[in-house]
């Protein structure tokens, strides 16, 4: 099947690429020329394991191919799929204008039937407005009786495993009313579902609201477990065992009930928001994603609280090792990341930062450019030397089985302050360090 995808994102590539591995003829459109080139060249300018080898053997292959020329990629596929971004707006809204962007030039372009496909994350009704949208340019063209069909089909995609996620889906939502788009989509995603039935057909605003209800769902959890790992601590409990009691009734499970140091990244903070602003827009208080939002930007501050205490909110002067700078491991994603209100509020308190993470120091000096405060260390170890304590930020594999005589050498004072638990107290005790975590 011929496919074309517009915008080159994490969903978009990833989308397009494994599409070609399977067979599909695939062309990727992207506004950015550099990003093209890139890309054409086998570089990718996100890092997403897998993902790499899988765009330069597909492009290889003649199957996967990138391009900035619009109306050859609305020409090209009978199946058009809008992954562009939707960032919030000023009020925390879902910014549509690329999305619409888009809608508008594959009505610009098209000469015959298209499915256009909203894989990016939109809020309830945007279908309506890409067929609205679509049907006006249509009409203003002259060809009002040019046929499309827009359907749902939200991504569930993980940063750090989209690749396999992506091959692997555990279910594949379809928001259509078109038998023939049904059937279409169906042929498209046949290679995903052989195993065993993963296809769920429902009507557009359902299977545009699941997707925000998924994320919120995910970031309820993790809200939920960092009060409950607050109370904890103020209460002399420990979280870990906590989780541990709860995660075993198969009603909660394990998944996504870690304390830590807050969520970031792309999804969660700007899908709550969005949902938070639909429902203000029908009168509908949303309390309980308001309280999800509240508390985990009220969570990313507690480790600079930590900190504060333990040096009687002296410091100015002081030096912070910090390992982790992306959102979560196994990707340079710095968006709404802990990290950078932890080092924000460093800088601000007067202290400076000695910071390194696997993926993510180009990153970061783009976000922060050259400060004098700020310095990007080639190792972990290198992070701490002459600092006067550790921070962990980020769980990488990496982190998780320290030498914790080198850290103690080369720290000025043995102070670590844990934001993802993964070490134990009383070990950390028994090596003479102070140690701080999240409700232990």
Same mark, same amino acid.
């Given at each position: 099947?011929?496919?074309?995808?517009?915008?080159?994102?994490?969903?978009?590539?990833?989308?397009?690429?494994?599409?070609?591995?399977?067979?599909?003829?695939?062309?990727?459109?992207?506004?950015?020329?550099?990003?093209?080139?890139?890309?054409?060249?086998?570089?990718?300018?996100?890092?997403?394991?897998?993902?790499?080898?899988?765009?330069?053997?597909?492009?290889?292959?003649?199957?996967?191919?990138?391009?900035?020329?619009?109306?050859?990629?609305?020409?090209?596929?009978?199946?058009?799929?809008?992954?562009?971004?939707?960032?919030?707006?000023?009020?925390?809204?879902?910014?549509?204008?690329?999305?619409?962007?888009?809608?508008?030039?594959?009505?610009?372009?098209?000469?015959?039937?298209?499915?256009?496909?909203?894989?990016?994350?939109?809020?309830?009704?945007?279908?309506?407005?890409?067929?609205?949208?679509?049907?006006?340019?249509?009409?203003?063209?002259?060809?009002?009786?040019?046929?499309?069909?827009?359907?749902?089909?939200?991504?569930?995609?993980?940063?750090?495993?989209?690749?396999?996620?992506?091959?692997?889906?555990?279910?594949?939502?379809?928001?259509?009313?078109?038998?023939?788009?049904?059937?279409?989509?169906?042929?498209?995603?046949?290679?995903?579902?052989?195993?065993?039935?993963?296809?769920?057909?429902?009507?557009?605003?359902?299977?545009?609201?699941?997707?925000?209800?998924?994320?919120?769902?995910?970031?309820?959890?993790?809200?939920?477990?960092?009060?409950?790992?607050?109370?904890?601590?103020?209460?002399?409990?420990?979280?870990?065992?906590?989780?541990?009691?709860?995660?075993?009734?198969?009603?909660?499970?394990?998944?996504?009930?870690?304390?830590?140091?807050?969520?970031?990244?792309?999804?969660?903070?700007?899908?709550?928001?969005?949902?938070?602003?639909?429902?203000?827009?029908?009168?509908?208080?949303?309390?309980?994603?308001?309280?999800?939002?509240?508390?985990?930007?009220?969570?990313?501050?507690?480790?600079?609280?930590?900190?504060?205490?333990?040096?009687?909110?002296?410091?100015?002067?002081?030096?912070?090792?910090?390992?982790?700078?992306?959102?979560?491991?196994?990707?340079?994603?710095?968006?709404?990341?802990?990290?950078? *209100?932890?080092?924000? !509020? &460093?800088?601000? /308190?007067? %202290?400076? @930062?000695?910071?390194? #993470?696997?993926? +993510?120091?180009?990153?970061?000096?783009?976000?922060?450019?050259?400060?004098?405060?700020?310095?990007?260390?080639? *190792?972990?170890?290198? !992070? &701490?030397?002459? /600092?006067? %304590?550790? @921070?962990?930020?980020? #769980?990488?594999? +990496?982190?998780?089985?320290?030498?914790?005589?080198?850290?103690?050498?080369?720290?000025?004072?043995?102070?670590?302050?844990?934001?993802?638990? &993964?070490?134990?107290?009383?070990?950390?005790?028994?090596?003479?360090?102070?140690?701080?975590?999240?409700?232990?």
């Amino acid at each position: 099947m011929k496919v074309t995808v517009f915008g080159t994102g994490y969903v978009g590539l990833v989308q397009g690429a494994v599409l070609a591995e399977v067979g599909h003829q695939v062309i990727c459109v992207d506004v950015d020329p550099d990003k093209i080139e890139q890309l054409k060249q086998g570089r990718i300018p996100i890092h997403e394991p897998g993902l790499e080898n899988l765009v330069r053997d597909n492009h290889a292959a003649g199957r996967l191919q990138f391009t900035t020329d619009a109306a050859l990629g609305v020409l090209h596929g009978s199946v058009q799929f809008i992954a562009v971004g939707t960032p919030p707006d000023e009020d925390g809204s879902a910014d549509l204008q690329y999305v619409l962007a888009v809608a508008s030039t594959i009505a610009e372009h098209m000469d015959g039937h298209r499915i256009i496909i909203n894989k990016s994350t939109v809020p309830v009704g945007t279908a309506t407005r890409v067929q609205q949208a679509v049907s006006q340019i249509l009409a203003d063209r002259g060809n009002p009786a040019l046929s499309f069909d827009v359907v749902s089909n939200p991504e569930f995609l993980k940063e750090g495993s989209a690749v396999a996620d992506c091959m692997r889906p555990d279910r594949i939502i379809i928001g259509t009313d078109s038998s023939a788009a049904e059937e279409v989509m169906r042929e498209l995603y046949a290679p995903f579902n052989r195993n065993h039935e993963k296809i769920i057909v429902m009507d557009v605003q359902s299977a545009e609201l699941t997707k925000y209800a998924a994320n919120c769902m995910l970031a309820t959890k993790i809200s939920f477990m960092n009060e409950m790992a607050n109370l904890a601590e103020q209460l002399g409990a420990d979280i870990e065992m906590v989780r541990q009691g709860i995660g075993s009734d198969p009603r909660i499970g394990y998944h996504f009930i870690y304390a830590g140091a807050g969520y970031g990244g792309s999804c969660f903070p700007k899908d709550i928001q969005a949902l938070i602003r639909t429902a203000d827009s029908i009168d509908f208080d949303a309390r309980v994603l308001k309280a999800v939002e509240s508390r985990n930007r009220e969570q990313k501050t507690l480790l600079f609280r930590k900190i504060s205490r333990h040096f009687n909110g002296n410091l100015s002067g002081k030096t912070f090792a910090i390992w982790g700078l992306a959102f979560k491991p196994n990707t340079n994603d710095m968006r709404e990341a802990p990290s950078r *209100t932890l080092m924000e !509020a &460093l800088w601000q /308190a007067g %202290a400076r @930062v000695q910071a390194y #993470d696997p993926e +993510a120091m180009e990153e970061t000096q783009r976000l922060y450019l050259h400060r004098d405060d700020l310095q990007l260390c080639g *190792t972990k170890e290198a !992070a &701490l030397r002459g /600092a006067d %304590a550790l @921070v962990v930020v980020t #769980d990488w594999q +990496a982190f998780k089985a320290p030498d914790f005589e080198l850290i103690a050498n080369y720290l000025s004072s043995p102070v670590i302050f844990d934001g993802r638990n &993964l070490y134990e107290p009383a070990r950390m005790q028994n090596k003479g360090f102070h140690y701080y975590a999240i409700g232990r």
